[in-house]
């Protein structure tokens, strides 16, 4: 092997290394607190549970609906027993793809899939969420702003 | 005034203190770098340069538009230059409304407003975004995941 070669095998190498490293133990057992908090989130919307899903949210949180302006908490404080109440969800599933932890900072980029019940009739829904989390003082990770749109 | 009202007023005396702390001289730095971003983005995409628009992202950034699924850089490259030919933009401005440096991450969160030319009859766009940037070996920003939708 040249010496060219051989030093592009040893750089491509140590980037493969470096890309696979795994998690420290922190930051695992922060992603996986993360992904905890999406499957609350899908149990908490397919029971209609408007309380439990707002306590997902930190007090200074913003979510970024399609077709509607964002809306911080008192908005969703209001808005979201009606959701719940006006469009029942009988299936959710929130595949996170990415989870990156940043200090007291984390972000999160998935898909999803619901089957929502408007007028008797389901309707199924398909998209993808980018969201980012905060770290509170009592080391909980809470959704701090949020926005998602459909695949279709 | 009592000792119990004196102890409230200190506590938010220091609470607003905090929040309103300015930034470190390298988080001034970052986010007149990420303001300056946009100010290119609204700028190539009204000149309808596909190169210097996709030279705005990270290598392996992915996007996340309405209507479609999340889309990687092989994706963009070929994208971009016919959605620029397609739909040209005469009028666009970005305004961040958040900016929070974390590390070599940051997340931007804000509004749009464009004026697109479709078979020749201008059509009023205007929604939000959030934008996940990454921090590049020479310290400049680029675009790693976007992700926007309507407020109509």
Avoid: C, H
């Avoid at 491509?12 to 905890?36: F, H």
């Avoid at 999406?38 to 399609?66: C, F, H, S």
Wanted: a negative charge; charged letters at 25%.
């Amino acid at each position: 092997m040249k010496r060219r070669n051989l030093l592009f095998s040893t750089v491509v190498a140590t980037m493969t290394l470096t890309t696979a490293l795994p998690l420290s133990a922190g930051q695992a057992e922060d992603t996986a607190a993360i992904r905890d908090l999406w499957k609350t989130y899908q149990t908490v919307r397919m029971a209609g549970d408007a309380d439990a899903y707002l306590a997902l949210w930190d007090e200074n949180g913003i979510q970024m609906p399609p077709g509607v302006p964002a809306r911080g908490m008192d908005a969703l404080k209001v808005g979201v027993p009606k959701g719940f109440a006006a469009v029942p969800v009988s299936q959710m599933e929130i595949t996170p793809i990415d989870i990156e932890i940043a200090g007291d900072w984390a972000f999160a980029r998935g898909e999803y899939t619901a089957t929502q019940v408007v007028g008797g009739n389901d309707v199924e829904v398909d998209g993808k969420f980018m969201t980012i989390l905060k770290r509170q003082d009592d080391g909980s990770w809470k959704i701090y702003r949020d926005i998602f749109n459909s695949n279709k």
